[in-house]
């Protein structure tokens, strides 16, 4: 089984009866609509960069509903898709865990609305959330969508393997490009801190790079301490 993941599992469900996001939020799965997909895949890189892992999920989906039906994401650091006005189209949950002996076997989980009317949306996220059928009007092919998405997340992930530094610039750089956090005022709340500033960049270990009034150094922030992250009012 693990000689596999070294390429990758894929797992697609139609529906989620529990889906889920970050902080174990719950994340709304209707069927016969929108894309679920799991990959499960052997990291291969080193457990400081596996943050990169979940950026590599975020820019690769993001490529691929671009390719497939020519809607433009946005990335919101850490995980999340956005279209339109900054609604939320997709979400990224990446995972790792210690699999046999020394392994390490990770799981990018990753759901995108695909072609769920605006009208379906529950009450708490109709606001909030959007779907490529309501930003482009037009039904999109959620098995290309799903191929994409591998063959993007395949190319990113040998980027993270074989090509070291250079590979994780390429990534910064192409996530940075379609990012909608960055170079934003933002205020975010991580565990008891709330901090507001300016969104300067990702590091070499997708941290956030916060500049924050008065600091003379970049603050750095790892997502997995984020509660939330929201535009600071102007
Ligand atoms: P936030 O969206 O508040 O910044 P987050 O990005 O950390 O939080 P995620 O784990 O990515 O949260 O997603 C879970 C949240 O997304 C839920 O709490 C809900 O507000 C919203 N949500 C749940 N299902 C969907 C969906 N299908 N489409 C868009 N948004 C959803």
């Given amino acids: 089984m693990l000689a596999h993941l070294a390429e990758g599992?894929?797992?697609?469900?139609?529906?989620?009866?529990?889906?889920?996001?970050?902080?174990?939020?719950?994340?709304?799965?209707?069927?016969?609509?929108?894309?679920?997909?799991?990959?499960?895949?052997?990291?291969?890189?080193?457990?400081?960069?596996?943050?990169?892992?979940?950026?590599?999920?975020?820019?690769?989906?993001?490529?691929?509903?671009?390719?497939?039906?020519?809607?433009?994401?946005?990335?919101?650091?850490?995980?999340?898709?956005?279209?339109?006005?900054?609604?939320?189209?997709?979400?990224?949950?990446?995972?790792?865990?210690?699999?046999?002996?020394?392994?390490?076997?990770?799981?990018?989980?990753?759901?995108?609305?695909?072609?769920?009317?605006?009208?379906?949306?529950?009450?708490?996220?109709?606001?909030?959330?959007?779907s490529v059928f309501a930003e482009t009007g037009e039904m999109a092919d959620r098995n290309a969508l799903i191929a994409a998405v591998c063959r993007e997340f395949g190319y990113w992930l040998s980027v993270l393997r074989k090509e070291g530094e250079k590979g994780v610039q390429k990534l910064l750089k192409a996530y940075t490009g379609i990012s909608d956090t960055i170079g934003r005022k933002v205020k975010i709340k991580a565990g008891e801190m709330e901090f507001e500033g300016t969104a300067a960049g990702i590091d070499q270990e997708g941290m956030l790079l916060m500049k924050l009034p008065g600091a003379r150094q970049l603050k750095r922030v790892p997502a997995g301490e984020v509660q939330s992250l929201r535009a600071a009012r102007r």
Wanted: aromatic share 4%; with cysteine.
């Fill in 9 to 130: 599992i894929l797992v697609v469900a139609d529906r989620q009866t529990s889906g889920r996001g970050r902080l174990g939020r719950a994340w709304h799965s209707p069927p016969g609509c929108n894309v679920y997909m799991s990959i499960a895949f052997l990291p291969a890189i080193s457990q400081r960069k596996s943050p990169l892992l979940s950026l590599a999920a975020g820019l690769s989906s993001a490529l691929a509903i671009k390719a497939v039906t020519g809607l433009d994401v946005r990335l919101k650091w850490p995980n999340d898709l956005l279209a339109g006005k900054s609604k939320k189209l997709g979400g990224i949950l990446l995972e790792t865990r210690s699999g046999p002996g020394r392994t390490q076997v990770s799981v990018a989980g990753i759901g995108i609305n695909v072609n769920i009317p605006k009208e379906s949306f529950p009450a708490d996220i109709a606001r909030t959330a959007t």
